[in-house]
């Protein structure tokens, strides 16, 4: 069983950046692909940037060139960091942990077993 607890969401302005963080519990995070998805109204949950156990990283078109994704195996701590916030990111954010080999399609939701309870990011323009 792996629990994930987030923190890190707020409210920012346009062009903002926040930092979000995601801790694993259970020792997930060496063998653990691990991601962020985020889901706002209206919309399905769509992935933002994922890591795989090894260091791989995959990241969705929206969050190319704006976000980056760490882990810190020692600390079970998935990161976040998000620079050029546009309003179009408000969205609740959830840190999503699949045993690496069971995942062959890193950035579709439905791969992920274990996910957080989301931390809210508004973005206002």
């Given at each position: 069983?792996?629990?994930?607890?987030?923190?890190?969401?707020?409210?920012?302005?346009?062009?903002?950046?926040?930092?979000?963080?995601?801790?694993?519990?259970?020792?997930?995070?060496?063998?653990?692909?691990?991601?962020?998805?985020?889901?706002?109204?209206?919309?399905?949950?769509?992935?933002?940037?994922?890591?795989?156990?090894?260091?791989?990283?995959?990241?969705a078109d929206s969050a190319k060139g704006r976000f980056t994704i760490s882990r810190d195996n020692?600390?079970?701590?998935?990161?976040?960091?998000?620079?050029?916030?546009?309003?179009?990111?408000?969205?609740?954010?959830?840190?999503?942990?699949?045993?690496?080999?069971?995942?062959?399609?890193?950035?579709?939701?439905?791969?992920?077993?274990?996910?957080?309870?989301?931390?809210?990011?508004?973005?206002?323009?």
């Open positions: 069983q792996v629990q994930l607890v987030e923190s890190g969401g707020g409210s920012v302005q346009a062009g903002g950046s926040l930092r979000l963080s995601c801790v694993a519990y259970a020792n997930a995070g060496s063998t653990y692909a691990m991601g962020w998805f985020r889901q706002g109204p209206d919309n399905e949950r769509e992935a933002v940037a994922v890591i795989d156990s090894v260091g791989i990283l995959t990241y020692a600390k079970n701590t998935l990161y976040l960091q998000m620079n050029s916030l546009r309003p179009d990111d408000t969205a609740v954010y959830y840190c999503a942990a699949e045993l690496r080999w069971r995942v062959r399609f890193p950035l579709r939701a439905d791969e992920y077993t274990y996910w957080g309870q989301g931390t809210q990011v508004t973005v206002s323009s």
